[in-house]
């Protein structure tokens, strides 16, 4: 008797390996035979987990902290998530509001399977992080690739937008500063983000995972500092 196939889902089929993992095993394995490599593809660290950061963990492992936790957060963290956004950037949320997850793509899945579905459009500025895509696909939607010029600095323009949008659009994903190319979306960028969003009713997904990452004297601009009504 034959063993019996597995079938992947549909929408799992159309899901790629990572291009990303693809490149770091490429690289590991061109390193393990002798050659010299400069791997740039998995954004790891190459510093160690902080003392303090590592201390925290092993004292709540000690004093019993490692049963089920509330869904969004224990009170505690999300009370000091809403304290450190109004300290360093002046925005005023309730933690009731705030969210807390395994990490970003983890975040990002759950927000796309909230949000998406059949027949929606999300605009994705082009170079992106190789995660947006597929995070898109598995929800049912489709990505909507708007392609940005290095002569523009990879910055967003609105002619840009209204020519990659349709009726469909749902949303649009931002990430600034970008992964890949460290490009921040300028003041100008937002508010054309921002017109069409709300004449649209967009949703506006801000990644804002690089946000301390960032040289120079300038403010960051942000999404959330352009128009209060997005707030």
Known sequence: MEAEII?????????????TLAVNAKAKALKAAGADILNFSVGEPDFDTPPHV????KKAIDEGFTRYTAV???PELREAIASRLAQDKGWSYEPDQIQVCCGGKHGLYNMAQALFGPGDEVLIPTPYWVSYPPIVLLA????????LSEANDFDLTEELLTRYATPKTKAIILNSPSNP?????????????????????????SDDI??????????????????????
């Open 7 to 19: 079938t992947l889902a549909a929408r799992v089929k159309q899901i790629k390996p990572s291009p």
């Open 140 to 147: 049912g939607a489709t990505p909507v690739k708007v392609p």
């Open 54 to 57: 590592r201390e925290a963990g």
């Open 210 to 231: 690089y946000d301390t990452i960032v040289y120079g004297d300038g403010k960051l601009p942000h999404i959330l500092d352009v128009d209060k009504r997005l707030a």
């Open 181 to 205: 190319t460290g490009a921040v979306f300028s003041a100008k960028a937002l508010e054309a983000v921002a017109k069409l969003a709300l004449a649209n009713k967009w949703l506006i997904i």
């Open 72 to 74: 969004p957060g224990i």
